[in-house]
């Protein structure tokens, strides 16, 4: 039943859904990220990227103004600090912008909740305080008790979805943050074009001699590349090192764009030469009794039929030099931060900004951006590619 037309057998359907598992479990991650990267710090601490179109509820910790400055006296020995306390803790300019409602309140740890809007809660000694649900409050006492530093208060405050594009521009545009965001942005533009063109250059060659030249080793050959491609990268490193240390290369773009291309040479050799063994035998005997040179087969009929599978290596050697940070860490070392990558610029802003969640998420997007981009173009070529030379 599995073979009659307009049937799809089990196969086919469990085929399927695992395309749809795998697609969702890479677009969501990156749908939250780019939600969230348009999110505040206390909407992304309350609640998931997935509640962003919601209202969210923030617990915060609000101080009143400070009184010595902002009280004033009844006549009768008592002073009065009124103001609002979203203003009074620097998150609104104008207590006219607060869009946040207050649902609990508390000027204890222990009891955050203790109080709804409205109502008045004893301090002792005759101290009060009362706050409104748009943050308004009244804070009442005597001379020596309204003084000093303002009233901490605990509130559970409701928030209405808010997508900002501060974010970006305090990543973009921001002064400090500029200058170090642009700066890494054309660092890792000047390690990943190199590094991805360098091993293309030196694969292709050596890939058309392994596909379609005869001579002695050519099997070992292939066989040597294979096994390189399960060489963990992580035993070559400090030997490389040492290597650029000795030869006077040091830690530099030189260096890194080397060790990108000795990294990516066995897989776009074995990519390449899988897809140059599958070009039609007759093209290249034709060109061969017409007299032309390897060197000349392998530029003008070779290399441009073997496009795809150089499009594939390119955008996985992008995708690789642009997200690396071990690589950049190990051979691109500057304490003056000249040579830094997006990569190393947002482990510096994980450590600087630990809970500015909202400036790690708007960074790690603008650095995702360029491979999105690159792989939406041409992943047509990546699946061609790839495909190529698997079956006959």
Known sequence: MDNIAGTKSRLTWAVNISVVFLVLLWVLPTVGL?????????????????????????????????????????????????????????????????????????????????????????????????????????????????????????????????????????????????????????NTLTVTIPATIIPILFAAFAAYALAWMDFPGRAILVAGVVALLVVPLQLALIPLLKLHNEIGIGKGYLGVWLAHTGFGLPLAIYLLRNYMVGLPREIIENARVDGASDFQIFV?????????????????QFLWTWNDLLVAMVFLIDSSGQTTVMTRQIVELLGTRGGDWEILATSAFVSIAVPLMLFFTMQRYLVRGLLAGSVK
């Open 34 to 186: 780019l939600v969230s990267s348009f999110r505040t710090t206390e909407q992304i601490r309350s609640s998931g990227w997935w509640a962003a179109l919601f209202p969210a509820e923030i617990n915060q910790t609000l101080r009143a103004a400070d009184p010595d400055d902002n009280r004033t006296a009844d006549g009768a020995g008592r002073y009065t600090v009124e103001g609002n306390l979203f203003v009074a803790g620097g998150h609104v300019p104008d207590a006219e912008q607060v869009s946040a409602t207050i649902r609990s309140w508390g000027t204890s740890s222990r009891a955050i909740d203790a109080y709804r809007p409205g109502e008045t809660a004893d301090l002792g000694d005759g101290e009060t305080m009362t706050v409104r649900s748009n943050g308004d409050y009244s804070w009442s006492g005597n001379g020596d008790q309204i003084s000093g530093r303002g009233q901490r208060v605990f509130v559970t405050a409701e928030t209405p979805p808010d997508l900002t594009f501060d974010n970006y521009r305090k990543v973009l545009f921001e002064p400090g943050n500029r200058e170090g965001m642009t700066k890494a942005f054309f």
């Open 300 to 316: 003008r009929i070779v290399l441009p039929l073997s496009f795809p599978a150089l499009a594939s290596f390119a955008i996985f």
